[in-house]
């Protein structure tokens, strides 16, 4: 009854808000602490390869390692750093990482240079 009298009470008939009858949102703010990332390693033939970052970190069950989820620019950035250091000097991996915010994507990095440094 809530799913047609709720927003029915609220929207078309100006009614006002209360326990029983609350504005419609549908799926606000799922998803918004979960980032977008995918990382490339640049081969010395110029190709590049995806790059598992589990795999490369050890992570076998990642939801224990607090490495499954990224959500934010900080800790895409700090996870970056990580794999860094797991692929040894001078490798060159490259990240593709956007996250979701209230106004759309926020790009972080499109991959253009090595995040490696």
């Known amino acids: 009854m809530f799913i047609l009298a709720g927003p029915t009470w609220i929207q078309l008939l100006g009614g006002y808000l209360t326990p029983l009858a609350r504005s419609w949102r549908m799926y ?3 998803g918004i602490a979960n980032c977008e990332v995918r990382y490339e390693r640049s081969l010395p033939d110029g190709r590049t390869e ?7 970190l050890g992570a076998d069950r990642p939801r224990n390692h607090g ?8 800790t895409v950035r700090q ?6 250091k797991a692929l040894g000097p001078g490798a060159d ?4 990482a956007r996250c979701p915010s209230l106004e759309g994507w ?3 990095d499109e991959g253009h240079a090595s995040v490696c440094r």
Do not use: E, F, G, W
Not at 67 to 74: E, I, P, T, V, W
Not at 93 to 96: A, D, F, G, S, V
């Open 93 to 96: 991996l490259r990240l593709h």
């Open 28 to 30: 606000k703010l799922v």
């Open 67 to 74: 490495m499954y989820r990224l959500a934010n620019a900080q």
């Open 79 to 84: 996870h970056s750093q990580a794999l860094c």
């Open 50 to 56: 995806p790059v598992d970052r589990m795999a490369v």
């Open 106 to 108: 926020t790009v972080i």
